[in-house]
């Protein structure tokens, strides 16, 4: 199956400071990718969605100024948590479907905790 | 607005025995896909079975098979001779066929979290 990868797994922060998190198509190009959020015990919340060459949708409720999502390319997305505080931390996972066709499935990448101190 | 459902928060199975989870769904569509994910202690969401709605057949992965009624609405997963690394949250999941920019109609269910005793 697709691979999606991404990095840091986890990450440990200082109010303030920013925080960028990668999500890469390891073997197929990925036009969308989208960005989730997890709290404890709960389900995925879409917070956007990334569009190769092009601006993200963001979800209602979801601060476009601090939820920084860039698709430069077909293999790569990232966020970044710009100015994070203790109520950002959480698990924040991506995910990618492939160019054309399909199964209908999403392939996750492996998540990234946050914690802001 | 399509909605998920899955009504069992916890669930257990002992080891080697055979587990049902459960998931119902709100939708008007006709053509739509449906996934069981799991996400293990690991957190990454493994996608365990894929149904097409307009396929009548219940769709089998190995141990992993779906009980799936289109009318109504419901879509349970099966586990058989449950194994101690099946132990994770499982999440029922919806997918519109249409629009294409299928993420934003993409519906998690709030997920069950499965115990496997040995």
């Known amino acids: 199956g697709a691979v999606v990868s991404q990095h840091p797994s986890w990450v440990i922060c200082k109010s303030g400071t920013s925080v960028k998190i990668e999500c890469r198509s390891l073997?197929?190009?990925?036009?969308?990718m989208f960005w989730y959020r997890q709290f404890p015990k709960q389900s995925l919340m879409l917070m956007a969605t990334?569009?190769?060459?092009?601006?993200?949708?963001?979800e209602q409720g979801v601060e476009k100024d601090k939820f920084l999502i860039n698709h430069a390319s077909l293999t790569l997305s990232t966020l970044t948590v710009t100015s994070a505080h203790p109520e950002d931390s959480s698990f924040y996972i991506c995910s990618a479907r492939g160019v054309a066709g399909g199964t209908g499935e999403l392939f996750f990448g492996e998540g990234s905790r946050l914690t802001v101190l | 607005a399509q909605t998920v459902t899955q009504s069992q928060p916890e669930m257990s199975v002992q080891e080697a025995e055979t587990v049902t989870l459960s998931c119902t769904y709100d939708t008007s569509e006709s053509d739509y896909y449906l996934f069981w994910y799991k996400q293990p202690p690991s957190r990454q969401m493994i996608l365990v079975i894929r149904q097409e709605a307009y396929k009548q057949q219940n769709a089998t992965e190995n141990r992993f098979s779906v009980n799936f009624q289109k009318a109504a609405k419901s879509f349970s997963l099966k586990i058989s001779d449950s194994q101690l690394g099946d132990a994770a949250m499982y999440f029922c999941?919806?997918?519109?066929?249409?629009?294409?920019?299928?993420?934003?109609?993409?519906?998690f269910g709030p997920g069950t979290r499965l115990s496997v005793l040995p």
């Open positions: 990334s569009n190769e060459g092009s601006k993200a949708t963001y």
């Open positions: 999941a919806y997918r519109s066929v249409w629009p294409d920019n299928y993420g934003q109609n993409f519906v």
């Open positions: 073997d197929f190009q990925a036009t969308t």
